[in-house]
């Protein structure tokens, strides 16, 4: 049995880890006009610069042809057969876990560049990467371009199951059962098996498998949840890591993005995670759900927006080789080498040539 090798993806180190809705993307959308404002000074006419970069959009404002390029292109890559099958030994995941907690943001943006250079050069997707815009569809997840079950989007909601919720942020924190629960029944990923995982189930009724490398047939299950995009994924709490209280440092800004888990608070990230539950809480195996790239596409988004606001710290990192500093371990620098390994055809890269997206080698993309 091959494994998929978006399924290859999936367990490669991840991480362990007041206003309208109309006005929220407004001031979203002032800030990324604020992050091209300042990256404008930089010019470079014989190399990368802001105006021959490539643009990474919402997937809102991709076209109805557009949008199924995305989808096919993710279709056939989920087809193809897993190049690290053989060489997935149980062993091998402990090595990534060293690299995850502190470099999360340089990791996950080699992770989605590698990703999407993956579906261009071996399905021939020539677009960019979408991404997710956590500020809108609160109230209307189901009926919102990511999630509405048409074929141009990642599946509905899951059927409805009766559950009791989700227990995230090291147990601290209890969600409320979203409206699905269940497997995805519409859409264009409804026949997609995953054969790996769970591996850290958060829902209810949901059990981890024997082991992480198992096989382990299973559909993609959802459970869309108002109740965590009203609650965690806010205005007021991207306001306050971009320009607030928590921008001032890198360090201040990852762990109010990851979340502050011992003190229950979920972060955008995990929020966005929860906010589609199911497979996507899950944080081990969640890249089998293909949302995944298009939310990890917005933590880059918002990423690259702190950094082009804090030019003079664009290039400081955070946090240790270890997830929650656990067994401890010392702080990451920019030496350190993000290694993908086999399963991507990305060699391993230190942290410096990782954090500017306009330098060229490798990344030339801005949003909008
Ligand atoms: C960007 O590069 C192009 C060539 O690709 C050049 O024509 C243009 O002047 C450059 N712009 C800036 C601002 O460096
Ligand atoms: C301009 O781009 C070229 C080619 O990518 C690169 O070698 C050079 O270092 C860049 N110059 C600056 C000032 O960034
Ligand atoms: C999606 O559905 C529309 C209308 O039914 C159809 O024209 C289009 O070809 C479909 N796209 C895919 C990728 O199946
Ligand atoms: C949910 O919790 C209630 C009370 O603790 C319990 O009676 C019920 O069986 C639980 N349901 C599921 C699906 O676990
Ligand atoms: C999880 O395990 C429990 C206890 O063995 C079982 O009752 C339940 O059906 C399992 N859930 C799933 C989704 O397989
Ligand atoms: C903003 O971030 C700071 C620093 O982590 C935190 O203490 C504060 O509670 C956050 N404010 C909001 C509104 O989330
Ligand atoms: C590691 O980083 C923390 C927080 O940024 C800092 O307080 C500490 O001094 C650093 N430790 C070393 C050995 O540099
Ligand atoms: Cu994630």
Request: charged share 15%; net charge negative.
């Amino acid at each position: 049995m091959h494994l998929f090798n978006i399924a290859s993806f999936a367990l490669l180190g991840l991480p362990l880890v007041a206003s309208s809705p109309l006005q929220a993307r407004d001031e979203l959308q002032s800030l990324n006009d604020q992050a091209v404002a300042a990256l404008q000074a930089r010019c470079n006419t014989t190399g990368c610069n802001i105006s021959n970069a490539r643009v990474r959009r919402d997937w809102v404002a991709f076209s109805s042809n557009e949008k199924t390029d995305y989808i096919s292109a993710m279709n056939c890559f989920m087809a193809l057969p897993s190049i690290a099958d053989t060489s997935f030994a149980p062993g091998a995941r402990t090595r990534y876990d060293d690299f995850v907690a502190g470099n999360f943001l340089t990791w996950h943006r080699y992770f989605l560049s590698s990703f999407e250079a993956a579906l261009a050069e071996e399905c021939g997707y020539t677009d960019t990467q979408p991404y997710w815009n956590w500020l809108a569809d609160h109230d209307s997840l189901q009926e919102s371009a990511y999630f509405d079950g048409s074929n141009t989007s990642f599946g509905g909601d899951g059927y409805f199951v009766q559950h009791n919720g989700s227990l995230v942020s090291l147990g601290k924190v209890h969600i409320p059962s979203g409206t699905g629960g269940g497997c995805v029944t519409s859409g264009p990923f409804t026949d997609y098996v995953i054969n790996l995982g769970p591996v850290t189930p958060t829902m209810d009724g949901l059990n981890a498998s024997s082991s992480a490398l198992a096989y382990n047939p299973h559909c993609m299950i959802r459970d869309l949840n108002s109740y965590v995009a009203n609650e965690w994924l806010t205005l007021e709490k991207l306001l306050n890591i971009t320009v607030g209280d928590a921008s001032g440092s890198i360090a201040l800004f990852q762990n109010e993005l990851q979340g502050r888990f011992g003190d229950g608070f979920l972060g955008l990230h995990t929020a966005g995670h929860n906010t589609m539950g199911g497979t996507s809480g899950d944080l081990f195996a969640s890249p089998v759900d293909p949302m995944f790239w298009l939310h990890h596409g917005m933590v880059d988004r918002v990423y690259w927006i702190w950094q082009a606001l804090h030019l003079d710290q664009a290039d400081t990192t955070a946090g240790t080789l270890t997830i929650n500093n656990s067994p401890a371990s010392r702080n990451t620098t920019v030496d350190d080498v993000v290694d993908l390994s086999v399963n991507v055809n990305a060699v391993p890269r230190p942290i410096s040539s990782l954090l500017d997206t306009l330098s060229g080698d490798p990344f030339c993309y801005i949003y909008l």
